[in-house]
């Protein structure tokens, strides 16, 4: 398996613009994460997928951001209208639920990340 | 909601000593604690891991430590290599319910000094 795959791996932007990132799981997952991670703030938890649903977006920070799994194998991230605080890297991540039962359980696998800056 | 806290920000080592990261956490019913080496550029890799029916782990030249009357875990390194040099991070969650997203650590940078 490739692994964890995001797309763009960089983006410069100018505040007001909408951003979208992409993220395929890997196949067989049925979780997904997005991360945000910045120096001031290390590693948030945005939201989290389960089996396609959103279980929990407590961590979005704001209307501006949104996310959607439209299917197993791919997911986005939406900023609209982006600021310069957006800018961080965002990660994406994948695993098996730990619901499934499954040994490596909660093991989450991440992409190589989205570095966003916004001007 | 459950809070990691960890220690030191940032570790220098001479090559060849040890290293040792630590964390505590919040929630009492956090069952799951992984620690995860990131390097520069990358996303962060899980090394090892460590759930709540167990005291201690070892995989070669890295073991992690479990308090649970404490709700502390640390990560232990011996023999350090110029290539444990990365950004380590501790992470805790609860397996089971449906809550299934970690709860990260700021994060250690190992530096290992020649």
């Known amino acids: 398996d490739a692994g964890v795959i995001q797309s763009p791996r960089h983006e410069v932007t100018e505040m007001g613009q909408e951003v979208t990132l992409r993220c395929k799981p890997i196949s067989g997952h049925n979780s997904l994460f997005w991360y945000r991670q910045t120096m001031m703030r290390g590693l948030e938890l945005l939201i989290y997928?389960?089996?396609?649903?959103?279980?929990?977006d407590s961590g979005m920070p704001e209307d501006r951001f949104s996310a959607k799994m439209p299917n197993a194998s791919f997911s986005t991230l939406k900023i609209q209208p982006s600021e310069p605080r957006d800018s961080a890297v965002y990660f994406c991540?994948?695993?098996?639920?730990?619901?499934?039962?499954?040994?490596?359980?909660?093991?989450?696998?991440f992409g190589a990340g989205s570095r966003l800056t916004v001007l | 909601g459950e809070n990691v806290e960890q220690h030191p920000s940032t570790l220098s080592v001479q090559e060849g000593d040890s290293a040792v990261i630590k964390c505590t956490y919040s929630d009492s019913a956090s069952n799951y604690f992984p620690w995860y080496k990131q390097e520069l550029g990358k996303g962060p890799q899980l090394i090892i891991d460590i759930r709540s029916n167990v005291g201690e782990k070892k995989d070669q030249r890295i073991a992690v430590t479990l308090n649970k009357t404490a709700k502390h875990f640390s990560l232990h390194i011996t023999e350090t290599q110029p290539e444990d040099s990365a950004v380590y991070f501790c992470?805790?969650?609860?397996?089971?319910?449906?809550?299934?997203?970690?709860?990260f650590g700021k994060g250690t940078h190992l530096i290992i000094q020649p």
């Open positions: 991540a994948s695993s098996l639920g730990a619901a499934s039962g499954a040994s490596g359980a909660n093991v989450l696998t």
């Open positions: 992470a805790a969650s609860y397996s089971g319910g449906g809550a299934d997203g970690l709860t």
């Open positions: 997928f389960n089996n396609n649903v959103p279980i929990d």
